[in-house]
RNA sequence: GUGGGUAUAGUUCAGUGGUUAGAGCGCCAGAUUGUGGCUCUGGAUAUCGUGGGUUCGACUCCCACUACCCACCCCA
């Protein structure tokens, strides 16, 4: 148990922080160029905020957040999405009242949920998410989705379609709860308790019931797509347009409802190709009532989550993940008593020069340092041996090509920097 | 929250109701005196997940708990 993380939650080790790395990487230059900016959010946050925000007639919100009281008597939630803390924020600190669109992204936030775990589900993961306040136009949602598809193209990733659709405002969508309510009709006392609950709460996220007699009896419900007004349709289909522009594959599924509570008009998803196939790598949409519902200005607003892990097993399927490059260009080695106060100075002044040294630290003997040397895959191995030292020379070996040279001990740490 | 599977050295896995629980890989050390990857030799490392119970005796059988893997719900 002391030395077990809790469940559903995993180290991020050594040998994996390239990954992590490269991805992040990737992340930040595509929202950079998009001209997105990072913002970091605390990763608890008042428990009204996602009541709120998120909405409590959602699982996300009735089962699966991490709920405690502070020493203060204050009830704190760990976040269980990105959106709400980025819209507080967005409220709190004014940004409304600098120049907008206001245009941010967080990296890799990690985020909070009490599920049992599975396949490509923890309880704490960790989201690339991209925000933007202020903006009214389907372009902002071309803009996330295209920047989105050009980060995972950018790692590689090939088949990933995104799938579209539009749930409407609060102009249309009571328009479309009633027709749902008057198709469904006596049925709904055919069909699972959750959805008979949703009946009167939610209606829309009936079509999202995996139940089969529930699918049997929604399979020929009106679409909402049919129910939008004049603004909500010309929105998504400015967006079908712009994404055809941009040449990104789509496809439009009128049964992506999203399991929170803030979205208008577009949502979409990123599903994954491989392994699980069908399950969410991505998930966002526009929340134009978020900002004012939350105490902020009227806004309109979209935005996306991303999981990180989920990338990662998505790269892994399509076997796209990169080796782990060299941690070492030069090891050190010393060989007598004598040498060891030399060999570590010429680690430093290595080091000193930006090149990646490593030396011994367990006085162990030659071979032995030659063997540590190829196993951490050093390029070069610098001897400071008695008799070279004598000489006044460092040799050097490639390790590649077994190739040794003699080095004068002066310039030798300039040198090898030179060489690399 | 529900259902199925699993739990033995660092790791992947064997194993039998009964004396000192094994193997491959990994780790450490050697193979004539200052040189890695291959080979050979030797060595260290396991309260057999935790807690109960059955039994003369349990790593092995039973129960509970915990964790991991997988699935449902839902989601990234």
Not at 134 to 140: A, F, Q, Y
Not at 227 to 252: G, M, S, V, W, Y
Not at 372 to 399: C, F, P, S, W
Request: glycine content about 8%; aromatic content about 8%.
């Amino acid at each position: 148990m002391l030395t077990q993380a809790p469940k559903g939650t995993r180290d991020m080790l050594p040998q994996d922080a390239y990954l992590w790395h490269w991805i992040e990487q990737k992340e930040r230059e595509a929202a950079a160029r998009a001209g997105y900016r990072e913002i970091r959010t605390p990763v608890f946050e008042h428990t009204e905020l996602f009541l709120r925000g998120v909405g409590d007639t959602t699982d996300i919100v009735q089962k699966e957040m991490y709920t405690f009281k502070d020493k203060g008597d204050r009830s704190i939630t760990l976040k269980p999405e990105g959106t709400a803390g980025a819209v507080r924020s967005f409220i709190e600190n004014h940004l409304f009242a600098e120049t907008l669109p206001c245009k941010v992204y967080y990296l890799n936030a990690p985020i909070f949920r009490y599920e049992n775990p599975q396949s490509g589900r923890l309880r704490e993961h960790h989201q690339f998410g991209m925000e933007c306040f202020g903006g009214k136009e389907p372009t902002v949602e071309a803009e996330l989705i295209s920047t989105l598809m050009g980060m995972l193209t950018s790692l590689g990733l090939k088949n990933l379609s995104v799938h579209i659709n539009s749930i409407g405002c609060p102009n249309c969508r009571p328009k479309y709860h009633a027709a749902l309510k008057q198709y469904l009709g006596d049925n709904i006392h055919c069909m699972c308790a959750t959805c008979r609950e949703r009946f009167e709460k939610n209606p829309l996220r009936i079509l999202d019931c995996k139940e089969e007699k529930c699918r049997d009896i929604v399979k020929d419900a009106p679409v909402i797509l049919d129910c939008l007004c004049d603004e909500c349709r010309e929105h998504f289909n400015q967006l079908q347009a712009l994404l055809t522009a941009q040449k990104i594959p789509f496809e439009i599924d009128p049964h992506i409802v999203r399991g929170l509570d803030y979205y208008t008009k577009t949502v979409f998803e990123i599903i994954m190709q491989s392994g699980r196939e069908g399950l969410a790598l991505c998930g966002g949409g526009r929340y134009d009532g978020l900002v004012e519902q939350l105490g902020g200005p009227a806004t309109p607003a979209a935005g996306f989550g991303i999981g990180a892990e989920r990338i990662l097993i998505e790269l892994r399927n399509q076997n796209l993940l990169p080796p782990e490059p060299s941690t070492t260009d030069v090891y050190v080695a010393n060989l007598g008593a004598d040498m060891k106060i030399p060999a570590f100075s010429f680690a430093q002044a290595l080091r000193a020069l930006n090149v990646k040294a490593d030396s011994d630290l367990n006085g162990r003997s030659l071979k032995a340092q030659f063997k540590y040397a190829d196993k951490i895959g050093a390029r070069y191995v610098a001897l400071v041996g008695g008799d070279e030292y004598a000489r006044g020379v460092i040799k050097l070996r490639d390790m590649a090509t077994k190739e040794e040279k003699e080095l004068p001990v002066d310039t030798a740490a300039q040198a090898v920097a030179d060489m690399l």
